[in-house]
């Protein structure tokens, strides 16, 4: 079966810092690139960054450039979202998905997600 489980989420103020985990099973891990997406509530789904399978290139929406950096274990199977320097507006819950190719090819496989609250 396929797998993508997140971890990390949690509650922490504004400035604070959390560092995120999606740990892959089920399919060939290395052909997959993987994305980070949120939710806050009464909101639209958003992308916030992307790592692609072949050369490791990172995509970020701007609201998040320069604080979040993604990056990925293919030995682990697992995809890492540090993120710092957090803001209220990053409250949502975090969802990782796998996309076969490149980043924005389209969701192959989507996981559950994880709740971080920033307060401020």
């Known amino acids: 079966d396929v797998q993508l489980q997140a971890s990390g989420g949690g509650l922490v103020q504004a400035g604070g810092s959390l560092r995120l985990s999606c740990a892959a099973s089920?399919?060939?891990?290395?052909?997959?690139?993987i994305g980070w997406f949120r939710q806050a509530p009464g909101k639209e789904r958003e992308g916030v960054s992307c790592?692609?399978?072949?050369?490791?290139?990172?995509h970020y929406v701007d609201s998040v450039k320069g604080r979040f950096t993604i990056t990925r274990d293919n030995a682990k199977n697992t995809v890492f979202l540090q993120m710092n320097s957090l803001k209220p507006e990053d409250t949502a819950v975090y969802h990782c998905?796998?996309?076969?190719?490149?980043?924005?090819?389209?969701?192959?496989?989507w996981g559950q997600g994880t709740l971080v609250t920033v307060s401020s």
């Open positions: 089920g399919f060939t891990f290395d052909d997959y690139a």
């Open positions: 790592i692609s399978s072949s050369d490791g290139s990172t």
């Open positions: 998905a796998a996309e076969r190719f490149s980043c924005g090819s389209g969701i192959d496989y």
